[in-house]
């Protein structure tokens, strides 16, 4: 399975951009796919996830309000679209894939870098 993240770059505060990540390979049923974020010097945290069969969405609490997840399945791909982004929101952000509803991700992608510009 690979996961390919895509959508990341420099944008000014205030920006919309939105990342996708693409999932091939997979010749399996899958559970969910989440997105994670690691700022420079901290820890990777959580960021959004979303299921899915039912599309049931979840978020942290720095995301609500201001990110959205969604997917297609048909294209087995996850998008998170960010609004009134702020220099805060700079970290590479990834996309992992659980495969089971314990939400433990089995495959994680490369990561792509959003930088938010002051």
């Known amino acids: 399975v690979q996961l390919q993240a895509s959508g990341g770059g420099l944008v000014q505060t205030g920006g919309s951009p939105r990342l996708s990540c693409a999932a091939s390979?997979?010749?399996?049923?899958?559970?969910?796919m989440g997105w994670f974020r690691q700022a420079p010097g901290k820890e990777r945290e959580f960021v959004a996830a979303?299921?899915?069969?039912?599309?049931?969405?979840y978020l942290s609490d720095s995301a609500k309000g201001r990110f959205t997840i969604s997917r297609d399945n048909a294209k087995n791909t996850v998008y998170l679209e960010m609004n009134s982004l702020k220099p805060e929101d700079t970290a590479v952000y990834y996309c992992?894939?659980?495969?089971?509803?314990?939400?433990?991700?089995?495959?994680w992608g490369q990561g792509t870098q959003v930088t938010v510009s002051s």
């Open positions: 979303i299921k899915w069969n039912d599309g049931n969405t």
């Open positions: 390979g997979r010749t399996f049923s899958s559970y969910g």
């Open positions: 992992a894939e659980s495969l089971t509803d314990t939400w433990k991700y089995d495959y």
